[in-house]
Nanobody, 122 residues
Framework: QVQLVESGGGLVQAGGSLRLSCAAS????????MYWYRQTPGKQREWVAS???????NYADSVKGRFTISRDNAENTVYLQMNSLRPEDTAVYYC????????????????WGKGTLVTVSS
């Protein structure tokens, strides 16, 4: 019904930048909040940043001041601009969206992408 596809991951040196994208497609009526999470092997998936439909943003302390989340509502896409990257930012990054479909326009359901790998070398 709804698919989320992340892109933009890759290998970057410490101090460098990457921009992740996550495009949602399918029977979308409206997307409420959109999120970025990340996960490293053996650890729980952790929340990185979120943005409401109105553009209000929140960040984990570990990325505040370095990462910026934004969205294009017309394109159903969320972005994560990552600057001043550190080796500890290495992880698989996942996007999540609270989506109201055309079948359930009054109820939002969580959808996840499959992730994109970010590797930061020291």
């Amino acid at each position: 019904q709804v698919q989320l596809v992340e892109s933009g991951g890759g290998l970057v040196q410490a101090g460098g930048s990457l921009r992740l994208s996550c495009a949602a497609s399918g029977i979308i009526f409206r997307i409420d909040a959109m999120y970025w999470y990340r996960q490293t092997p053996g650890k729980q998936r952790e929340w990185v940043a979120s943005i409401t439909s109105g553009g209000s943003t929140n960040y984990a302390d570990s990325v505040k001041g370095r990462f910026t989340i934004s969205r294009d509502n017309a394109e159903n896409t969320v972005y994560l601009q990552m600057n001043s990257l550190r080796p500890e930012d290495t992880a698989v990054y996942y996007c999540k969206s609270d989506v109201r479909t055309t079948q359930t326009p009054y109820f939002a359901k969580n959808y996840w992408g499959k992730g994109t790998l970010v590797t930061v070398s020291s």
